[in-house]
T-cell receptor
Framework: QKEVEQDPGPLSVPEGAIVSLNCTYS??????FMWYRQYSRKGPELLMY????GNKEDGRFTAQVDKSSKYISLFIRDSQPSDSATYLC?????????????FGTGTRLTIIP | GAVVSQHPSRVICKSGTSVKIECRSL??????MFWYRQFPKQSLMLMAT?????????EQGVEKDKFLINHASLTLSTLTVTSAHPEDSSFYIC???????????FGDGTRLSIL
């Protein structure tokens, strides 16, 4: 079993819909959680990062962490065609920065105009 | 802030040549830099972690003599693929960390094709 599980998709939704992206994990030591967006042939771009459980909102994006269920989510409201990309969850145990990240496999998302 | 620049973005070269990829943190000092490799439709695979002025720490299965990493300053790390072969063709991505309480920021990657 992988440490981090993420549905690879592909996921297609109509423009304007709410998108829900999820990851589950098995290592209860993980405390730092990140979501990256990766466009084709580009490097990952940091979207959101959270520590421990709870919600964090930034514009159209909301990140949720439920440590009791070992489950994290990223919600995208009012989805736009420009949101079409691969979304990677990542997590670590000790700190955000100089520790090796454990990634999900990424979910390929397409927003249909 | 936290911009990481990678150069070149694309390299095509003949088998047997060595290729150097640069990773620069443009607006911060990167205490730690990471090098990843990514195959099509797959997630990132960590190759090595480097700290300024120290030898890089390589992940299991990564040949340190094949993939030479130098982190000579707080804003520059280089990855040299020595005597490259077609199986080394891949997308190589670096990331930098400003402080331990900030996440990694990634460059835009280098697409390496060995003919």
């Amino acid at each position: 079993q992988k440490e981090v599980e993420q549905d690879p998709g592909p996921l297609s939704v109509p423009e304007g819909a709410i998108v829900s992206l999820n990851c589950t994990y098995s290592n209860s030591a993980f405390q730092y959680f990140m979501w990256y967006r990766q466009y084709s042939r580009k490097g990952p771009e940091l979207l959101m990062y959270t520590y421990s459980s709870g919600n964090k909102e930034d514009g159209r994006f909301t990140a949720q962490v439920d440590k009791s269920s070992k489950y994290i989510s990223l919600f995208i409201r009012d989805s736009q065609p420009s949101d079409s990309a691969t979304y990677l969850c990542a997590m670590t145990a000790t700190n955000f920065g100089n520790e090796k990240l454990t990634f999900g496999t990424g979910t390929r998302l397409t927003i249909i105009p | 802030g936290a911009v990481v620049s990678q150069h070149p973005s694309r390299v095509i070269c003949k088998s047997g040549t060595s290729v150097k990829i640069e990773c620069r943190s443009l607006d911060f000092q990167a205490t730690t830099m990471f090098w990843y490799r990514q195959f099509p439709k797959q997630s990132l695979m960590l190759m090595a972690t480097s700290n300024e002025g120290s030898k890089a720490t390589y992940e299991q299965g990564v040949e340190k003599d094949k993939f030479l990493i130098n982190h000579a300053s707080l804003t520059l790390s280089t990855l040299t693929v020595t005597s490259a072969h077609p199986e080394d063709s891949s997308f190589y991505i670096c990331s930098g960390v400003r402080t331990y309480d900030q996440p990694q920021h990634f460059g835009d990657g280098t697409r390496l094709s060995i003919l």
